[in-house]
């Protein structure tokens, strides 16, 4: 004996009705699917484009200048730390600090950068650059 089906007892309209509430919940599981897709997508852009990686935060060296090269706009410092040799470039973003000078510094220009000079600098590596960029560069006098 065969055991009566779901679709025997149930009528024409029931069916549809049915059919409907199908296909709505699957267009709303659907749309969901959707939207968690792009809710992991822009989480996952957010968490590395909002956040910085350890190598892009900024820090401070200090050591006396070993040379300058304007036309590279490179800086050349004998960090005090380590005794070891690092290359630093400038920007039109990077300020210089002295003593008695602006309160928010001046740009950085090569002829008031003197080798053997004591500087405190901070920069910001960058994955695009070969030497770190300097944000400051702050004489050894001078407050921060």
Same mark, same amino acid.
């Not at 030497?131 to 050894?140: D, G």
């Given at each position: 004996m065969k055991t009566p089906g779901f679709s025997r007892f149930a009528t024409v309209g029931t069916r549809a009705a049915i059919a409907a509430a199908v296909n709505a919940s699957s267009r709303f599981?659907? &749309?969901?699917?959707? !939207?968690? *897709? #792009?809710? @992991? @997508?822009?989480?996952s852009l957010g968490g590395s484009f909002g956040h910085a990686s350890p190598r892009h935060f900024d820090s401070w060296t200090a050591g006396r200048i070993q040379s300058v090269?304007? +036309?590279? &706009? !490179? =800086? #050349? !410092?004998r960090v005090d730390a380590r005794e070891a040799v690092e290359n630093f470039h400038w920007d039109q973003e990077s300020r210089l600090w002295r003593t008695g000078g602006p309160k928010d510094g001046q740009p950085v220009e090569a002829t008031k =950068?003197?080798?053997g000079e004591a500087v405190q600098i !901070? *920069?910001?590596? $960058? $994955? +695009?650059?070969e030497?770190?960029?300097? =944000? &400051?560069?702050?004489? $050894?006098g001078a407050a921060n």
């Open positions: 599981i659907t &749309r969901l699917a959707k !939207l968690g *897709f #792009v809710g @992991v @997508v822009f989480t090269d304007a +036309g590279q &706009r !490179l =800086l #050349v !410092l =950068l003197k080798v !901070l *920069f910001r590596k $960058s $994955s +695009g650059n030497s770190p960029a300097i =944000l &400051r560069i702050v004489e $050894s």
